[in-house]
């Protein structure tokens, strides 16, 4: 190809692109009925809203206490979504991974079943989980389990994948059996990792915990929703200022012990 | 355990101690911290289960409820009368615009302070400024973005895209920063040595060179924001197939229907997980 045709070629693939990508933009604008000019001043407007109305008052802070004690149950519920998740993923991780892998058939099947675990949203989980659960902690903590699974099953398949394959070979070739190929080759290499993912995934469950907890009416985040909806917003101030410090503290630890722990 | 020697050492190679015994493993920093945390955490677990607000529900009983429902969903997943074929495709590509259009406006976005945040384009000043502020926008969760903003600005899609923009933002910035400081250094030295202004090595060098993996991250926190576009619908009202979920489950009841909704959901996932693992693949990404 002469570089006057290959310019010109790629000159029309990037046309195309665009005007494929500005069609899919004015479809996707009309269908959900997107105000562009509106979309300009929201976050201005946002802004001077927030200084006059979102700032935590002196009821705000008096309601503290409620606040830090859903914010503790919240913390809890992620941190035992992320638990059980974590044991329960492990083994499905060993089925599925191309290293520790029993039959193939096994591995597919528990690829399949992670995926299709993953790909059912979190909100969809709360939502179904909610019809017999009803409204309680125990709830919100099975919804954010069941996508905490999917998660780290894949996420674990891929760690162990990586982190163990020689060492895996090298005691298969020493004749180790199975249960100890994986308590000696395993486990203490991609441990680590492993870990790496739990502590993302409590990070991530705490603000999903809030999303939970307003669709099953529990937690930080129904508490959030109620006191939205009931225009005290200086108090619902005073909850995002609680998990942001919340989220920051716990990205703090993570990273230290990562740096330490990998 | 007179084998475990606690050391600060991290090489896990055995070390003959006094006693001429062998000492296959030591007890290293790192597998102390790896052990403590494990322990705390299961310490925490624990506790929560002791002290879970169950609100007096019969666990089994409810178990085996939802074992019957889920039967119910994925094995005889039905249409309504609200919820026909033809509605949960519009409402699938309702849900499937909002997650175009805060991708689109997270993308520019992200680009423009990915410049600014990447080590090689920049001074570190800034750089470390916008992913401190970035850190700090994304402590806070996508509903509570959008929950703020359908109060501060009025109910509807621009309050659900910009809500939902933060922390794509977030996600992107930070790919696409990363792409951009792997930009060789001699090639913004040479451009700068022969005159080049900040302007033209981003638009002739920085971006075309990277303009293949900002695609590829960009696919990628699509597929992720079509799981919150559904998780906005249920819970911030921001319309949609997840909004149809939650009026399923909350209102109107229907089991059969949330398993017809669900499936419109799972089908559309993972069409777009297939896509995006060949997009890593075929990059080298690893998120």
């Known amino acids: 190809m002469t570089p006057d045709k290959y310019f010109r070629r790629q000159k029309f693939v990037l046309t195309a692109v665009l005007v494929g990508m500005v069609l899919i933009t004015l479809f996707a604008g009309d269908i959900t009925r997107f105000d562009t000019a509106d979309a300009f001043t929201a976050v201005p407007r946002v802004v001077r809203w927030s200084f006059r109305n979102f700032i935590p008052d002196e009821q705000a802070v008096s309601r503290l206490p409620r606040i830090l004690s859903r914010l503790l149950d919240t913390i809890y519920m992620s941190v035992m979504a992320s638990m059980i998740a974590a044991i329960l993923a492990f083994p499905m991780a060993l089925l599925g991974s191309r290293t520790t892998r029993v039959a193939g058939w096994l591995a597919g099947a528990a690829r399949g079943f992670a995926s299709v675990f993953r790909n059912i949203p979190i909100a969809a989980w709360a939502l179904i989980l909610i019809l017999a659960f009803g409204t309680s902690d125990f709830t919100g903590f099975l919804a954010l389990f069941f996508a905490t699974f999917g998660f780290l099953s894949r996420a674990f398949m891929e760690t162990i994948d990586e982190a163990s394959a020689s060492s895996v070979e090298a005691l298969r070739a020493a004749g180790a059996s199975y249960t100890q190929t994986v308590s000696q080759a395993v486990i203490p290499g991609s441990m680590p990792q492993m870990l790496s993912w739990m502590l993302y995934m409590i990070e991530t469950n705490i603000r999903s915990a809030t999303l939970v907890g307003i669709l099953t009416g529990t937690g930080i985040g129904f508490q959030f929703d109620i006191y939205m909806k009931s225009l005290q917003y200086r108090s619902a101030a005073m909850i995002a200022i609680c998990l942001i410090v919340t989220v920051l503290v716990i990205e703090t630890i993570s990273n230290a012990l990562r740096r330490v722990i990998l | ?287």
């Open chain 2, 1 to 287: 355990m007179s084998t475990l020697i606690l050391s600060s050492a991290s090489n896990g190679r055995a070390k003959r101690r006094a006693n001429r015994s062998i000492v296959l493993r030591q007890l290293t920093l790192p597998k102390l911290a790896l052990r403590m945390t494990l322990l705390v955490l299961l310490a925490v677990t624990v506790i929560g289960f002791a002290t879970i607000d169950t609100r007096d529900t019969d666990l089994r009983e409810a178990t085996g409820e939802s074992a019957r429902y889920f039967g119910i969903m994925f094995g005889s997943p039905e249409p309504s009368d609200q919820v026909t074929f033809g509605h949960a495709a519009r409402q699938v590509l309702i849900t499937l615009s909002l997650a175009f259009l805060t991708t689109l406006i997270g993308a520019v976005v992200a680009i423009v302070l990915g410049l600014f945040a990447a080590r090689n384009l920049t001074n570190p000043r800034i750089s470390n400024i916008i992913k401190g502020f970035i850190s700090v926008i994304r402590a806070i969760p996508t509903v509570l973005w959008v929950l703020i903003f359908s109060i501060g600005a009025g109910l509807g899609a621009v309050a659900a895209v910009i809500g939902m923009s933060f922390h794509t933002v977030g996600y992107l910035l930070k790919a696409y920063s990363e792409s951009f400081e792997e930009l060789d250094a001699a090639v913004i030295e040479a451009l700068r040595a022969s005159g080049a202004s900040w302007v033209q090595i981003v638009f002739q060098a920085v971006l075309p060179s990277s303009i293949t993996y900002i695609l590829s991250w960009t696919f990628i926190r699509f597929e992720i924001n079509f799981a919150v576009a559904v998780a906005m619908g249920a819970a911030a009202g921001a319309g949609g197939i997840g909004f149809e979920l939650f009026q399923a489950a909350w209102f109107r009841l229907d089991i059969a229907e949330i398993g017809y909704i669900t499936y419109f959901i799972i089908a559309v996932a993972l069409v777009m997980e297939i896509i995006a693992t060949r997009l890593k693949r075929r990059y080298h990404i690893h998120d």
